[in-house]
């Protein structure tokens, strides 16, 4: 089992910045080979994949945030971020954290952004 609690939400004008946290419970070893990613839910949408990150670094983005948006760990690796620049009124949504752990998917609670126009 994992749990994954998300912060830094929040409301913002258009063309700000947000940095969203993901710490999860566990700081073993096998947490921080996994692949994590964020996602996100729009009102009456499906939710979407927004970026992932493996054990190794590699990353992946969504093209309606590359250049704008930057997926990291520390250094243990059982910590998510996601720095979001230059904000849209269309990255408004619910932003969860995802963990793939021993072939089980784990979500956070999700944390609400808002871009204003």
């Known amino acids: 089992q994992v749990q994954l609690v998300e912060s830094g939400g929040g409301w913002v004008q258009a063309g700000g910045s947000l940095r969203l946290a993901c710490a999860a419970s566990k700081t073993t070893f096998d947490i921080g080979i996994s692949r994590m990613g964020w996602y996100r839910q729009a009102p009456g949408k499906q939710r979407d994949l927004v970026a992932t990150i493996t054990g190794g670094g590699s990353t992946y983005y969504a093209d309606s945030v590359k250049g704008r948006f930057s997926i990291s760990r520390d250094n243990a690796g059982n910590t998510l971020y996601l720095q979001m620049n230059k904000l849209k009124p269309e990255d408004t949504a619910v932003y969860y954290c995802?963990?793939?752990?021993?072939?089980?998917?784990?979500w956070g609670q999700g944390t609400q952004v808002t871009v204003s126009s």
């Open positions: 995802h963990i793939n752990y021993y072939q089980r998917d784990y």
